[in-house]
């Protein structure tokens, strides 16, 4: 089990096997900042599509040698997103990164039924993987970029989502706790109707390889003590890895306050397709955009 | 203006005329040992209402001679709330403080028409206020216990509770943002909405005494590096002092990880009423309870 985005870091970059990121419009400053950073530190390798002449020269001022690395002319972003998508297809890639074209266009393209990268019945969803230094673990919080208002059954995707990557990150069983303003079962609040009915569904088996527990609070799930003065016991209440937060608008605000508040280390994964997708912000650090890889080809 | 509790404390420490606080069913040894520190500290006087032979005991623990305390018996927590509120009214207390005794009981007092505490049209809102160290300053944070799901109107009143706290904090005129998960206007999202028409409102002079900004994600918010990214200028954007946070889902979880993830330090207020209403949580830590005094006196 990783204990922070170090370790993981150090892992990936002691295995021999490199796996390869197919990069849709490449030619971005930002975008090839973060290649050439995993790049260097042997994260993963690259397959920059989109316009050449540009991706050489942002390469060259970062110091690289544009013959050092893969690269695909394709000045159009849909074609690009259609080409990056199609590696991905035919396992010339092992995962996928949004360079510098609009999300529909790039969305559109890993839509694509005709590259199947979306299996039936799936759901994308996105997971913030944020360090948790006073318990010196990681933490996986999701949905906080792309599921705004999801329902019940939206809800158990979005836990299988974060399960399969909490199970990549070394947690055997992860404890989900199912986040809400209140740790008690309330009709009037629709959070904690969804958190009883998963947390039932876990104990049933339709959601397997993890233990899930709610209505629980943030403080509930994190913190032994807060967990013990509300007399709630079980497994999960604080030592949850996974918080499945209720909607979008609480997803955002906990995210966002975990770097501008908190400043911890996160990394963002996009999952639920055939292969990670790598969707950074741009207002994302450096740091946390390398994350971001690593989350992706762990 | 306070930049964080400590220069809050100070002030109220140095301040001769020391504000009285009614406590309903004080017969606590939490609720007693916040009283106790913020008697020492000199934040306030207390008047406590309740159990008067568990009270004296629980205060011959915590080291105080009760005969220093002026408690009033009143076995009956309904009457006991009854006696704080009516006290209140009278104006022989200054504040409000929730002691052993089940919220909706406290409620009801503090809303009995009988003693006009909550004025005509006023609606009651909580408040966090935060230290925001990177940046050396309070954030208030609203609402984060109270109200579940404010609509349009509600918010215009939970503003100008936080902009009327905001001023006694020193704040002249202070920059409110309204936070949402994107920092574009999406009819889909309906925080989005309600952050243009406030926006709006502040522009008209609908909300007065403040200058109001939103949609805006809590990054925009809080780091003009992030807002610059986004091309958001204005001056709420990056120096927000007041978030305006969209539903109680959003609200609890930021409130939690400002504790539980980033260990700040804060102080919680419960405001719309004549008297300002000191509400802690168990789970509070003793320094945050004190802030929460020092924040219904100031």
């Not at 890639?93 to 590259?115: I, Q, W």
Request: glycine share 6%; net charge negative; with cysteine.
């Amino acid at each position: 089990m990783y204990r922070n985005f170090d370790e993981l870091l150090a892992q990936i970059r002691s295995s021999a096997d490199k796996k390869r990121v197919a990069v849709a419009a490449a030619h971005d400053h930002e975008v090839l900042e973060c290649a050439v950073m995993a790049k260097r530190e042997k994260i993963a390798e690259f397959i920059l599509i989109g316009k050449e002449k540009e991706t050489r020269e942002i390469l060259t001022v970062l110091g690289e040698n544009p013959d050092d690395w893969k690269i695909m002319d394709e000045p159009s972003d849909a074609k690009a997103a259609r080409t990056a998508v199609s590696l991905a297809h035919s396992g010339q890639a092992d995962a996928l990164m949004k360079g510098l074209l609009h999300t529909s266009v790039f969305l559109k393209a890993l839509f694509d039924k005709e590259y199947g990268l979306i299996p039936a019945g799936s759901l994308v969803s996105q997971i913030t993987v944020s360090e948790f230094p006073s318990q010196n673990r990681l933490v996986l919080i999701t949905d906080c970029a792309v599921n705004v208002a999801p329902e019940y059954g939206d809800k158990v995707k979005i836990i299988k989502n974060a399960v399969s990557l909490a199970h990549r990150l070394g947690m055997d069983c992860p404890r989900v706790a199912c986040i809400t303003p209140v740790e008690v079962v309330n009709p009037k609040m629709p959070s904690t109707i969804d958190a009883a009915m998963l947390s039932k569904a876990g104990e049933r088996g339709q959601i397997s390889g993890c233990v899930i527990d709610g209505p629980l609070t943030l403080d509930n799930a994190l913190s032994v003590e807060a967990a013990q003065t509300k007399h709630i016991s079980g497994s999960v209440a604080g030592n949850a890895d996974i918080l499945l937060i209720p909607d979008l608008c609480a997803g955002n605000v906990l995210d966002k306050a975990l770097r501008y508040f908190a400043q911890l280390k996160t990394g963002s994964a996009v999952v639920g397709a055939n292969v990670p997708i790598i969707m950074t912000s741009r207002s994302d650090s450096a740091i946390n955009k390398l994350h971001a890889v690593a989350l992706s080809v762990i």
